[in-house]
């Protein structure tokens, strides 16, 4: 089976955009939503990569997403430590039942934002790097 590098590259643009757009926001102060956007786009990139190889992905937990990619022999410890700390921002972010009181934005800060992140860089530069194994 080949590599669909089409159906990859729609979604890894995506990813790149949805990154860039999380470092606007965390520069604007807007922290819960610069990690709601570091969530999506390690999604997106993942999913990219899952879509890539001929698998159809489901669900939006980066945990679950990464697991196909382990059972296909890749090492996968570092990017399912930091789809861990992403997963934590999927709901969280953005509604306010969520939380015991107050309103999603007033529980992010820039530290939260910056690990947020980063942890959506190593993952996007682990399923670049990934791919590119796929495409020789």
């Known amino acids: 089976m080949g590599f669909d590098k089409k159906e990859f590259e729609r979604w890894i643009k995506q990813a790149e955009y949805t990154l860039d757009s999380a470092r606007e926001d965390m520069e604007n102060r807007r922290f819960s939503w610069a990690c ?26 980066l945990i679950r997403l990464v697991g196909p990619l382990k059972r296909r022999g890749l090492d996968v410890n570092e990017a399912l430590r930091h789809s ?20 999603p934005f007033e529980y992010y800060d820039e530290y939260t934002a910056k690990e947020a992140i980063h942890s959506a860089e190593v993952i996007l530069n682990f399923v670049l790097e990934v791919s590119r194994r796929w495409l020789k």
């Open 36 to 61: 709601f956007k570091a969530q999506q786009s390690a999604e997106y990139a993942v999913k990219g990569l899952l879509y890539g190889i001929g698998l159809i992905p489901v669900g939006h937990s």
């Open 84 to 103: 861990r700390l992403l997963d934590r921002h999927y709901i969280p972010t953005r509604y306010p039942n969520a939380h015991p009181e107050g309103s």
